[in-house]
């Protein structure tokens, strides 16, 4: 049974293709998967109803670092709140992104070393992995070096250098468009399209709006962090940490802006079990909330767990 179980983990990691039925090559399933690794054989329904509960589960993993978007090189860390690379620059995004309202996130910069660099902010899902954020026009970064940000591979001065150590707040603020006055923006040129932007902080210090008007098309921007290192040293890190609690707590009047969201509020769909019960002598809303079921599937005898 022990093997059987090794198998079926190891299955479900691999990522491999198998051909169809057509002779084209699809993209394996975990459901082709787990069935190679226990050698038995499913029906095409019970395939289904095992993809269909393996979509389902990924409906209710918190805020974290997405593992599918990492580049080749990096690794994310089994909880999804760290990440590691010792290559040139590569980038990892989060999960959720913002759309529109005021949001926050720090990261901590775990581990540099003697040649690690970081870059932290905020990107589209069109930015570039395998390259630092604020390399394209899709996102906005916040160097280490000399503390300078960077959008569209321009680097101009902006607050101050961090280190190893050093906790970086992110906030962002993205306009709700929807209401704006289409008219506004032509009493000036120059203004921005809009009143978005984002902001940073080292330590608590706040070092104010990096950049104003960002791109009116990105549809949504997500938590970001970049890492560089020269081959062969151990890994530079970064733990993100989506809130509720922060080591340095965005300070929004000291700071003049919007007191924001922590990105951890961004949760996914709740499972359907809030109730909505009406007592007839007391007649009110009532919301039980439960645990999130586990990402389980049982196939005969055999329980397993999906990696989150």
């Given at each position: 049974m022990r093997q059987k179980m090794d198998a079926v983990v190891d299955a479900v990691h691999a990522r491999t293709a198998r051909e169809g039925?057509?002779?084209?090559?699809?993209?394996?399933?975990?459901?082709?998967?787990v069935e190679k690794a226990v050698a038995i054989?499913?029906?095409?329904?019970?395939?289904?109803e095992i993809e269909k509960e393996r979509r389902e589960a990924a409906m209710y993993w918190p805020v974290c670092l997405n593992p599918k978007t990492k580049?080749?090189?990096s690794e994310v860390s089994e909880d999804r709140m760290s990440?590691?690379?010792a290559k040139g620059y590569r980038t990892c995004s989060a999960s959720h992104g913002v759309k529109r309202g005021a949001f926050y996130f720090e990261v901590v910069i775990s581990r540099l070393g003697e040649t690690g660099h970081a870059r932290v902010g905020w990107k589209s899902k069109k930015g570039e992995k395998n390259a630092p954020v604020g390399f394209d026009k899709y996102g906005y970064g916040y160097k280490d070096i000399r503390g300078e940000k960077v959008h569209q591979a321009v680097t101009e001065p902006y607050g101050e250098p961090f280190f190893e150590s050093d906790v970086i707040g992110c906030y962002i603020f993205v306009?709700?468009?929807r209401k704006k006055d289409a008219s506004k923006a032509e009493d000036d040129a120059e203004a921005p399209s809009n009143g978005s932007f984002v902001a940073f902080a080292r330590n608590g210090a706040f070092q104010g709006k990096a950049y104003v008007?960002?791109?009116?098309?990105?549809?949504?921007?997500?938590?970001?962090?970049?890492?560089?290192?020269?081959?062969?040293?151990?890994?530079?890190?970064?733990?993100?940490n989506f809130g509720p609690n922060f080591h340095h707590p965005p300070d929004a009047d000291a700071w003049g802006v919007q007191a924001p969201q922590p990105m951890s509020d961004l949760d996914p769909p709740r499972p359907p079990s809030e109730i909505k019960v009406e007592i007839?002598?007391?007649?009110?809303?009532?919301?039980?909330?439960?645990?999130?079921?586990?990402?389980?599937?049982?196939l005969p005898g055999i329980p397993i767990q999906l990696a989150k």
């Amino acid at each position: 049974m022990r093997q059987k179980m090794d198998a079926v983990v190891d299955a479900v990691h691999a990522r491999t293709a198998r051909e169809g039925g057509d002779g084209t090559r699809r993209k394996e399933t975990l459901a082709d998967r787990v069935e190679k690794a226990v050698a038995i054989s499913m029906t095409e329904a019970e395939k289904a109803e095992i993809e269909k509960e393996r979509r389902e589960a990924a409906m209710y993993w918190p805020v974290c670092l997405n593992p599918k978007t990492k580049p080749k090189g990096s690794e994310v860390s089994e909880d999804r709140m760290s990440f590691e690379s010792a290559k040139g620059y590569r980038t990892c995004s989060a999960s959720h992104g913002v759309k529109r309202g005021a949001f926050y996130f720090e990261v901590v910069i775990s581990r540099l070393g003697e040649t690690g660099h970081a870059r932290v902010g905020w990107k589209s899902k069109k930015g570039e992995k395998n390259a630092p954020v604020g390399f394209d026009k899709y996102g906005y970064g916040y160097k280490d070096i000399r503390g300078e940000k960077v959008h569209q591979a321009v680097t101009e001065p902006y607050g101050e250098p961090f280190f190893e150590s050093d906790v970086i707040g992110c906030y962002i603020f993205v306009e709700d468009t929807r209401k704006k006055d289409a008219s506004k923006a032509e009493d000036d040129a120059e203004a921005p399209s809009n009143g978005s932007f984002v902001a940073f902080a080292r330590n608590g210090a706040f070092q104010g709006k990096a950049y104003v008007g960002l791109n009116d098309d990105d549809g949504a921007y997500f938590p970001a962090g970049s890492l560089f290192t020269e081959p062969g040293v151990e890994p530079a890190r970064l733990v993100f940490n989506f809130g509720p609690n922060f080591h340095h707590p965005p300070d929004a009047d000291a700071w003049g802006v919007q007191a924001p969201q922590p990105m951890s509020d961004l949760d996914p769909p709740r499972p359907p079990s809030e109730i909505k019960v009406e007592i007839e002598d007391n007649p009110k809303e009532v919301v039980k909330e439960e645990s999130a079921p586990e990402a389980t599937f049982q196939l005969p005898g055999i329980p397993i767990q999906l990696a989150k």
